[in-house]
């Protein structure tokens, strides 16, 4: 009985520290990784005046999905040169694959060359995307 609390213990420990690892990554912009075919890996073509592709990878019973899209459409709207393109990885696996995401939702921002420039995975704290983007680029 004792081996069985101390390993019940011991479990419940590990998942407090996972989960709080995990709660204090929610929204935190990390730089970007290495991805092969940049754009193309979406499926999604550059424009002429894209500088900046905000990519989210959402699921349909996502409700931080909903905020996220938010959030990104509005920084597109005031950036002409940031497209917004939000995927339903239910419908495209293969893009979530690719790129090596497990959760949604999570945003890819990539440059007009394909390369990644951050991933946000969670609801994306607006202050330190705009900080982390080249939006001085985008106007």
């Known amino acids: ?3 069985n609390l ?3 213990v011991g479990v419940l420990v590990v998942a407090t520290v996972v989960g709080l690892m995990l709660q204090r990554r929610n929204g935190t912009v990390r730089g970007g990784r290495s991805a092969e075919g940049g754009w193309q890996l979406a499926d999604v073509a550059p424009e002429p ?17 909903a ?12 950036h002409p040169g940031v497209r917004h393109v939000e995927i339903d990885v239910a419908d495209r696996p293969h893009v979530a694959k690719a790129l090596h995401v497990l959760r949604t939702p999570t945003t890819v921002a ?4 394909g ?3 951050l991933r946000v995975g969670g609801v994306p704290r607006r202050t330190d ?5 080249p939006l ?4």
Do not use: H, K, N
């Open 1 to 3: 009985m004792g081996i």
């Open 6 to 8: 101390a390993v019940l």
């Open 49 to 65: 005046a894209d500088r900046v592709l905000l990519l989210q990878l959402s699921s349909p019973i996502c409700t931080p999905c």
């Open 67 to 78: 905020r996220t899209r938010e959030q990104l459409e509005s920084l597109a709207a005031e």
């Open 110 to 113: 990539f440059d007009r060359d």
């Open 115 to 117: 390369t990644e420039l």
């Open 129 to 133: 995307l705009v900080a982390a983007l």
């Open 136 to 139: 001085e680029e985008c106007r």
